[in-house]
């Protein structure tokens, strides 16, 4: 991999916390409680499963009791979420992994206890959705298992009218990787992260090999201005 962790080190930079996202409005205590709600009761009485594809194969924030690979049909992985606050800021805005429409996704299926569903599902979501302007990007997908098809919960798939996402050429996506940097690290972090536990499980993401090669020149070019 062109992206080394020596060119990802020089990526990070102390960025204080400049608060919530620009244009966002944060969750409510209550309309998180509403949201975790109406997942459950969505949920009915079976298991919950939650579909991984980025951050939440290497750090969960909880104990899953089962795990096995799952395909996703009709959706792929995409730098596509514009960000100016956690791995990027207004000066340098960055760039979120989402899910979009068409193509394939290789993930990891994570199953939440059943003793702590309620527990479990509510801090998931609290991390990953935190606004109210992306409260429909959490979801539920079909996807493909050696067991056969699941149901499965995912975060920031992309919804045709939100208008949130906006999938950019690969080289301009390379060039906000490359920049940016906020309090929870860089987005080069991210993708290098992403790429490698991918790896472990198996899955081989093409454009996002594209996609790290592109960022190391960004990274190297940065280097000698």
């Known amino acids: 991999m062109l992206l080394t962790p020596a060119l990802v080190a020089l990526t990070l930079r102390d960025v204080q916390d400049d608060g919530p996202e620009p244009r966002w409005t944060p969750l409510s205590e209550v309309e998180l409680d509403d949201l975790v709600d109406r997942l459950e009761q969505e949920a009915g009485s079976d298991p919950i499963w939650v579909f991984a594809y980025g951050s939440l194969i290497w750090s969960p924030e909880f104990e899953a009791t089962a795990r096995e690979r799952a395909t996703a049909y009709g959706w792929h992985r995409s730098f596509s979420l514009k960000i100016e606050r956690w791995r990027a800021t207004s000066e340098q805005p960055g760039l979120m992994m989402a899910l979009e429409r068409g193509g394939r996704c290789d993930g990891v299926l994570l199953r939440l206890s ?8 509510r801090v998931l979501v609290a991390r990953e959705i935190r606004y109210r302007e992306v409260a429909d990007m959490v979801r539920w997908v079909q996807v493909q298992t050696h067991e056969g098809t699941r149901r499965a919960l995912t975060f920031w798939a992309s919804t045709r009218r939100s208008g949130l996402t906006q999938p950019l050429p690969m080289e301009s996506t390379a060039t906000l990787i490359a920049s940016a940097c906020g309090q929870g690290g860089s987005c080069a972090e991210y993708l290098h992260k992403t790429i490698i536990d991918l790896e472990a499980e198996g899955i081989r993401d093409r454009n996002l090999w594209r ?9 190297k070019a940065q280097q000698t201005n």
Do not use: M, P
């Open 114 to 121: 059943d003793e702590r569903r309620r527990k479990d599902l």
């Open 211 to 219: 996609l790290q090669a592109l960022v190391a020149e960004r990274i």
